[in-house]
């Protein structure tokens, strides 16, 4: 019989106390932390990937699915919010069952999911049955990310997360490629049914391969705080989603949205206050590293990537008129290299600590976000528009390890599935505000633009202008007026992407900000002040 292994290890819990007679979960071979490792990884990969390279192919949806492109956005929105929910829920089923148990699980789920959409021949189908992938992700995302980190001892779990950073940073980035290449040379459907065979795999590999925990706890689950809580994210997810479309707070819904979204926040505080069983443990956000980390992953790893991932492949498709595969492969240059430094930044944490790698990440992803691509527009060389994008690849790869290590480190070791469940739930509600911004901010400075071109033309010389037009082409004025009217619109789309990803650049400095604070030392009252008092 194998020997029992302790729950899911973290910095703070090297003491063979808390289980003395049992196994801890490194101890492995070399070869068991491979196979491991890959199949964990593989599971994240796929969920994760599955969150941008669906976005490719929602436009296309229109027509198979018999609606608009407000309809088709459901199908990304309905994923969201099933993953969010779920996300809070899967630290309980995590020590009720295991985390083997319940990644197999969600690979099943997400793996049927997927078949079931690939086969949906209406909107409401496709709808439900992405639900049902988003409840999938969750359970894979929460459950790969613990198993990760129990299969590498204390020294080397940099190398750990960063081995992890490969799936949950590399495949929203490679996303587009792929649904690009899909799409172009199959179908729509193809971008679900790849997961099919991958899923399977990797249900019989997980059953077979990865190791079974010892250790449950039946746990009490604050089910009032979960429906609280659920409510009040629902409602700030659709919020975000419908906002733009709605026209924000000129529309009713989204001023009810708003008002369920407030009020699900408050009774959901005042459940947790009055509750014995909290949903959350916020005495862990007391450890300022553990606080400022939860910020940086909102700020920069949510609020501000999400915006970049969802920018640079319209900037590809709209700006530079690329087909969605050449967008897709454009975008893949910068993905390469945050696949590659993702576990540099791992081994480089377990080198120098976790802070200090956080700091230089923070210092490239601002430097570049904020100085190189700005500067991208129509005219930028498509060669040019890759190679600025590879700086940018790097400071994004360097950032996930370093700030899930340190997170980690900081939470006591029964709580590192709780640090685990929040990190994903921040990221994902901060990724979410992030794409709602860059979508707002877009068509804002687009008609900002517009209308700044407008103020400043010569009126006389833009008449003989189009009057000139007219006489070449030998078309009439009506049609002269069209062309030049699209043109308008294009060079202010084009120029109102320097603002926009300014802006996303902005919502990294201020994620920085917590990154300083890491280094700032509160100073605290000394025992002999403490005795004199």
Sequence with gaps: MAEPQCPMPNADSRNESQCPNAKNPWD??????????????????????????????????????????????????????????????????????GAKTIFVSGVALFTVASFLCGISDS????????????????????????????????????????????????????????????????????????????????????????????????????????ILLSFATI???????????????NSIEIGALLFCTLIGFSLYALSEIHSKNRLIDFSLFKNPAFANGMMIYFFILGFSMYQYFYLLPVYYEHIKMLPTLDAGIAVFAFA????????????????????????????????????????????????????????????MGLFFAPVT????????????????????YFRFVGGSFGTALATNNMEYFKNLHFLRMEELQNIEYIDYFLHKMQESLGVSMDQVKAVFGNYESFMSYNYGFYNTFMHAGYWGILGSLFVVLLFVKIPLKSKKLKEKS
């Design 336 to 395: 390469i290299f945050i696949g590659l430094f993702s576990p540099l930044a791992g081994i480089v944490s377990d080198i120098i600590g976790a802070k200090k790698t956080v700091a230089i990440a923070a210092f490239f992803y601002v430097t570049t976000s904020i100085l190189l691509l700005p500067t991208l527009n129509y005219y930028t060389p498509l060669h040019q528009a890759m190679l600025l994008t590879i700086p940018f690849g790097i400071g």
């Design 123 to 226: 909107l409401e189908e496709i709808i439900i049955f992405r639900v049902i992938q988003g409840v999938g992700e969750a359970l894979i995302m929460v459950t790969s990310h613990i198993m990760i980190f129990s299969y590498f001892p204390p020294e080397k779990q940099g190398l750990a997360m960063g081995i992890f950073g490969l799936g949950v940073s590399f495949a929203p980035a490679l996303g587009p490629t792929i649904g690009g290449y899909l799409t172009e040379y199959y179908n729509w459907r193809m971008v679900f049914f790849i997961n099919v065979p991958v899923g399977l795999l990797l249900v019989v590999s997980g059953l077979i391969y990865l190791p079974k925990e010892r250790f449950f706890e039946n746990l009490r689950f604050n089910f009032v705080s979960f």
């Design 235 to 249: 409602a700030l997810l659709v919020m975000l989603s419908r906002g733009q479309q709605l026209g924000w707070f």
């Design 405 to 424: 290590v340190m997170v980690l480190q900081n939470a006591p070791g029964h709580k590192g599935e709780l640090a685990i469940v929040l990190m994903d």
């Design 28 to 97: 492995i071979t070399p070869k068991e932390r491979a196979i491991f490792s890959i199949i964990v990884m593989a599971g994240a990969f796929m969920a994760i990937l599955d969150t941008t390279v669906v976005d490719v192919i929602v436009p296309k949806l229109t027509g198979p699915l018999a609606t608009d492109m407000y309809g088709v956005q459901w199908i990304i929105t309905s994923y969201m919010v099933a993953a969010a929910i779920a996300l809070l829920i899967t630290e309980w089923l995590i020590k009720r069952f």
